[in-house]
């Protein structure tokens, strides 16, 4: 059975409905609303084919149809029409351009995060930098006494990095810089996956002489390439959920509490391309999120993105809406991260 315009269009038309209303759609309710030019009757065979079809369930046996995460994929692909912004959500997003222009990248983030999940009324969960994505900018050592130094390691997204290193005698303050020199000249502008043993080898043969300073570096950097992969969880809107009917059900809402406690499985779940992705229903990667839809974006510096963004709300969200927004705020945070580093 092909699906044919008339299908389609009552298919777009049960979909408006429900993702506004929240109810199951009847027959009569497409036929009073919406012109399609035939009666209820034709409109109740068409929603039973569409319901064969895989594209409409029908939760209960005497209650109106709901999509499908089919027919969710097949509304966002082909049948959804694109929204602009509301002057409204234009100048709050302006006013966080503004706002954003001189924080660090750690609050940028968490400011993005929090407008998001305010505008699309979702739960938004944001990855910052992980160290692995981050170039470094800066190393340097000071003096704490005469026998301890603490390395600062800075990247281009805001991660520093400290660690205490014990030495016998710390060098003095001019031998200090000539060292940190030496230090910067190896390894600014590299990323941590790039700094391997031929650097270390390289490194260690600049600062010869200096064997305790090296020897006490050296575990630094290491732990700090361990630390790589790691990043924080920021999540914004948390019970957003709850005013959605669907998380009425006490054993949903606690489904989908459990999810947004479980970090890893978030991470896995929120994994993009740099174009925005939309996951419906049984297209996400984890069970508890069968019932989701997860929208999510890479944010970048310049050309390489350095962390993700996402939403995550019932199937039943605004999808033209909800997209709109993201790809200005995505867009926004880009130039902001940019400019910052000119």
Known sequence: MTIDDRKIKILQAIINDYIRTGDPVGSRTIAKKYNLGVGSATIRNEMADLEDMGYLEQPHASAGRIPSSKGYRLY???LMVDQFLTPEEDMRIKQYIIDSAMLEVDKIVRQTSALLSELTN????????????????SVQLLKI??????????????VIKNHMLRIKNVPAIEELNKINAVINGRLINLSIEKINLEVINQLKEDLYGYDDVFNALLPALYETLNESDSSEVIMEGTTNIFNYPEYNDIEKAKEMLALLNDKEALIDLFK???????????????????????????????DRPIGTIGLIGPRRINYSRVIVIMAEIVKELNNILKNQHL
């Open 76 to 78: 966002v692909d082909k």
């Open 122 to 137: 979702l739960t938004c969960v944001m990855q910052t930098p992980s160290v692995k994505r981050s170039i470094i900018k």
């Open 145 to 158: 006494d005469n026998n301890t130094l603490v390395s600062v390691i800075l990247t281009d997204t805001g």
């Open 272 to 302: 993009t391309s740099d174009d925005i992705t939309i996951r419906i229903g049984e297209e996400n990667y984890k069970p508890q999120a069968k019932e989701c839809s997860v929208i999510s974006a890479e944010y970048s510096l310049g």
